[in-house]
């Protein structure tokens, strides 16, 4: 079974910077292909980027693109998400996804696996 556990939400101010972290543990078929999603109250789940087993490849939302950074660790096991200049229209529960095939896609029922989510709250 796989576990993936987030952290790093909080308030945030427009103009600041924050960084989600998100910790896999279990399964046998790692690394695994990653993402983040995000879910504001009365929406449905929204893509928001996603990245490559070993980092090589990333996608990004239209939304986020030039604002936020997908990277990884696989020695550490995690995966974060880096928000530049995050502002009141990203306010949202975050939630990390590993899907057990390759292709990097932002479907959110191509995943397998997902976390129980760190909200995040911008305020201006």
């Known amino acids: 079974q796989v576990h993936l556990v987030e952290s790093g939400g909080g308030l945030q101010q427009t103009g600041g910077s924050m960084r989600l972290s998100c910790v896999v543990s279990?399964?046998?078929?790692?690394?695994?292909?990653m993402a983040w999603f995000r879910q504001a109250p009365g929406t449905d789940r929204e893509f928001v980027a996603a990245?490559?087993?070993?980092?090589?490849?990333?996608y990004y939302a239209d939304s986020i693109k030039g604002r936020f950074t997908i990277s990884r660790d696989n020695a550490l096991n995690t995966l974060y998400l880096q928000m530049h200049n995050p502002e009141p229209r990203d306010t949202a529960v975050y939630l990390c996804a590993a899907r057990e095939a390759v292709e990097v896609i932002g479907t959110v029922s191509s995943y397998d696996y997902w976390g129980q989510g760190t909200q995040v709250t911008v305020s201006s």
């Open positions: 990245i490559s087993r070993y980092g090589s490849g990333t």
């Open positions: 279990g399964g046998t078929s790692g690394p695994y292909t």
